[in-house]
């Protein structure tokens, strides 16, 4: 992963099941998780616990 947008959320299963739940792929990244370029529209997501 090269550059990505980071979102800080309180709960990363919970925020990793909401995108789950709605067909969203992620993958595990050290601090938390992402979603691919491909799948947020063109800018990568990284969602770490606040």
Known sequence: ????????VRDLTAARKLIEGNDI???TAPDG????????CGVP???VQS
């Open 1 to 8: 992963m090269d550059a990505a947008h980071t979102v800080a």
């Open 25 to 27: 792929p992620t993958r």
């Open 33 to 40: 998780f992402y979603v691919s370029a491909g799948d947020a």
């Open 45 to 47: 997501l990284a969602f």
